[in-house]
């Protein structure tokens, strides 16, 4: 019967309608999921690293401007070295984990344009001294923070883990500061740079 139409009572209907809902519900499940676990969450994740990096950098550059008001070399490595209080503002941002970090004082020569690096007190050498013949000469204290910053949600997986989705990156910080203490020790005659 061409062109006729088909009548169905109200229950019929009513069973195709729960068919076709039941369907769109199942699927609503498995699209949601694979919404969040491939769009939301990978988002949080890239979203969550550069705010931690920008307080890490801002933590670091802070340690650097305070160590370069010590009073000696030897103090700001002592402070630098110190495992007590060394680093808890840092990690207690959440998420960023200090595994090492290195001092040490670099000194340009803004007369003939050379430079040095000094790692340890004693060791700069007479001409690179403020009053030496290399001078006048810049002296920069670098801080160097070899930190791992984790995402918000880590997820392991057996193959390995991918930096900043699913595992921690790896990043130094590394920020330097104009040594402020250029004066002599008036019992020793040495400068302060040096000791």
């Known amino acids: 019967m061409i062109g006729v139409p088909i009548k169905r009572n109200h229950a019929e209907i009513g069973l195709i309608r ?12 498995a ?7 491939c769009i939301v969450l990978p988002l949080l994740n ?3 690293i550069p705010v ?19 009073e000696t070399f030897s103090e700001a ?21 200090v ?5 040490c004082l670099t000194i340009d020569s803004t007369k003939t344009k050379r430079s040095m690096i000094s790692t340890a007190p004693r060791r700069i050498p007479p001409s690179f001294l403020p009053d030496g013949s290399e001078s006048p000469c810049v002296y920069l204290l670098d801080l160097k923070v070899d930190v791992e910053i984790s995402p918000l949600i880590t997820v392991a ?12 990156i790896p990043i130094q910080f590394h920020e330097s500061s104009a040594w402020e203490n250029l ?5 020793t005659g040495e400068f302060y740079v040096n000791q």
């Open 46 to 48: 890239l979203s969550i």
């Open 31 to 37: 699209v949601l999921f694979l919404l969040i676990s």
């Open 77 to 97: 490595i002592k402070r630098n070295r110190d495992v007590a209080d060394r680093w808890k503002t840092l990690q207690a941002i959440g998420g960023i984990t």
């Open 183 to 187: 004066g002599r020790d008036p019992i």
């Open 157 to 168: 997986w057996q193959q390995g883990s991918i930096p900043g989705l699913t595992g921690p």
């Open 18 to 29: 729960n068919q076709i809902g039941s369907a769109q519900i199942s699927e609503f499940g």
């Open 52 to 70: 931690r990096f920008a307080m890490g950098k801002s933590i670091v550059g802070t340690e650097t401007r305070s160590l370069a008001k010590s």
């Open 99 to 103: 595994k090492d970090s290195a001092l």
